[in-house]
């Protein structure tokens, strides 16, 4: 079945950088766009970024554009989300998502890394 | 920015009563809305796609209907497991995909 574990969360302060990975298995990764999603403490879910299947094209919410970038290692089955420049509304648990036949809808969910952004 | 409204907040029920949670959307998404379950301390769990698609793996007792702005979940009758947060979440004209401010069901 479909896997989705999530590492690199932690502490780190304001203006620093912090890379999650997603470790995908259980089906064909290479064939499947990936998002993550997070979710700030106490809160609702907010669309952090996409990225094709083979990487090609890649979209962000504007509360990240310009400070984090989506990738991924299809060679070794990882998603990655490299986030600089962190502010403390990025505090939350983010997740990461796999998208289906439809691309954009948000099918599978791994359980979600912290990250927290404080001083 | 299309923007979602769920109501209502909170929904207070008895097992195997009937809910009726809504969606609606600032402007058209066609069919293009999808729901989501959460319980405490874990992810999100994908219920309902394209308005009324359940996923695989999803019990028959939840459903979905409507189309353009306005959209319903509604649980036939709820479990106890059932006692959770509910998203909706559309994916028209995006970036970006944009998800309600949730409902929660809770024991009556």
């Known amino acids: 079945q479909v896997q989705l574990v999530e590492s690199g969360g932690g502490v780190v302060q304001p203006g620093g950088s912090l890379r999650l990975s997603c470790a995908a298995s259980g089906f064909t990764f290479s064939s499947y766009a990936m998002h993550w999603v997070r979710q700030a403490p106490g809160k609702g879910l907010e669309w952090v970024a996409f990225?094709?299947?083979?990487?090609?094209?890649?979209y962000y919410a504007d509360s990240v554009k310009g400070r984090f970038t989506i990738s991924r290692d299809n060679s070794k089955n990882t998603l990655y989300l490299q986030m600089n420049s962190l502010r403390a509304e990025d505090t939350a648990v983010y997740y990461c998502v796999k998208g289906g036949p439809i691309a954009v809808v948000l099918f599978d969910w791994g359980q979600g890394i912290l990250v927290t952004v404080s001083s | 920015e299309i923007v979602l409204t769920q109501s209502p907040a909170t929904l207070s029920l008895s097992p195997g009563e009937r809910a009726t949670l809504s969606c609606r959307a600032s402007?058209?998404?066609?069919?293009?809305l999808a729901w989501f379950q959460q319980k405490p301390g874990q992810a999100p769990r994908l219920l309902i796609y394209d308005a009324s698609n359940r996923a695989t793996g999803i019990p028959a007792r939840f459903s979905g209907s409507g189309s353009g702005t306005d959209f319903t979940l509604t649980i036939s009758s709820l479990e106890p497991e059932d006692f959770a947060l509910y998203y909706c979440?559309?994916?028209?004209?995006?970036?970006?995909?944009?998800f309600g401010g949730g409902t929660k069901v809770e024991i009556k």
């Open positions: 990225i094709h299947f083979d990487g090609t094209n890649k």
């Open positions: 402007q058209s998404v066609s069919v293009y």
């Open positions: 979440q559309h994916r028209t004209n995006w970036p970006p995909l944009t």
